[in-house]
Every structure is written in structure tokens, then in C-alpha cells.
């Protein structure tokens, strides 16, 4: 299973947490709870692979939030912020994924930076209202929108 599946796991955690030895200690925290968790996969819910990729990225959330992993963040230097020059080395065949950021282009650019920030690294709504100094009614507001549109390009009914 590690074999099958580390490189993708590696990929998603890595776009979340940045730093190598940081994301690899995801990985293998990830691989222990989907080892020791196994019986709690439901396949009748989802495939397996997006179960692991949930775990995985919760994980990730989690060291990004800690106090240690913000620290380190902040001593950066900037471009590495800049949605990690050195992505393309890590390549992640999601299919789950697939087409969901080229939708995200069809949201009104203050809507996909939320969409992005949320979703992709992880932030909670509080935090991308003080990291964008918007207030928080509007970036819920903007969230709301932005995930109506993405239903309505899906043709999922609202009330959903």
C-alpha cells in the first residue's frame, strides 16, 4: 500500500506544509493512522484513496496550525511562500481533483483566494479574515458565494 500510494500522499502534503523532513513525518504519521484506523474505512462512503488523502491533509492541517510549524513558516524567505517554486517536482495525479482548479478560475477573483486558502492551505475562516483584513461576515459571504456558483456549475441544487 505505502509503495501505491506514498508519492500522491507526499504531494498533497507537501503543497500544505512546505518544508521536506516536516511533510515526510506527515507521511508517515498519515501511513501509521491509516494502518491502525483501516477498520474504520467504509467503502460503501468512498474509495480508499480519498479516505487516505482526507487523513493525510487533516494531518497536514494540523502541523500547520501548531505554534512549532508557524514559527518556522515565518522564517521563510518569501518566495517560498509563493506557492513553493519547487511544486513540479512533486506531481499529483488526484482524480478527485481533476478540473477543480481550472472551475475555481470561473470564481470572481476575492472568491478563489478564499477558495484557496481555505480549502488548499488549510486556514480557517478567522485567520483568512485577518491574513486579507476583510472583516469575517465577508469572507463567509464570499465562501457561500463562491460555493453556490461551483453548485450551479454542477448543477447541484442549492438547498444541498
Not at 1 to 23: C, D, W
Amino acid at each position: 500500500m505505502y509503495v501505491m500510494y506514498s508519492k500522491s500522499l507526499y504531494g498533497i502534503i507537501i503543497k500544505i506544509v512546505i518544508k521536506q523532513e516536516l511533510a515526510e513525518d506527515v507521511l508517515q504519521d498519515a501511513f501509521l493512522r491509516i494502518w491502525n484506523e483501516i477498520e474504520k474505512y467504509d467503502a460503501n462512503k468512498g474509495r480508499l484513496f480519498t479516505w487516505m488523502v482526507t487523513i493525510a491533509r487533516n494531518l497536514s492541517i494540523v502541523v500547520l496550525r501548531s505554534s512549532k510549524h508557524r514559527h518556522y513558516a515565518a522564517t521563510l524567505p518569501i518566495d517560498l511562500h509563493l506557492d513553493s517554486i519547487d511544486s513540479g517536482r512533486f506531481t499529483v495525479l488526484n482524480r478527485d481533483a481533476i478540473g477543480v482548479r481550472l472551475l475555481l478560475d470561473l470564481l470572481k477573483d476575492d472568491h478563489k483566494v478564499i477558495f484557496e486558502l481555505i480549502y488548499y492551505k488549510g486556514y480557517k475562516h478567522v485567520e483568512v479574515s485577518e491574513l486579507l483584513d476583510v472583516p469575517l461576515g465577508t469572507v463567509k459571504s464570499r465562501w457561500r458565494s463562491g460555493l453556490l456558483t461551483l453548485r450551479s456549475i454542477y448543477g447541484v441544487p442549492h438547498n444541498l
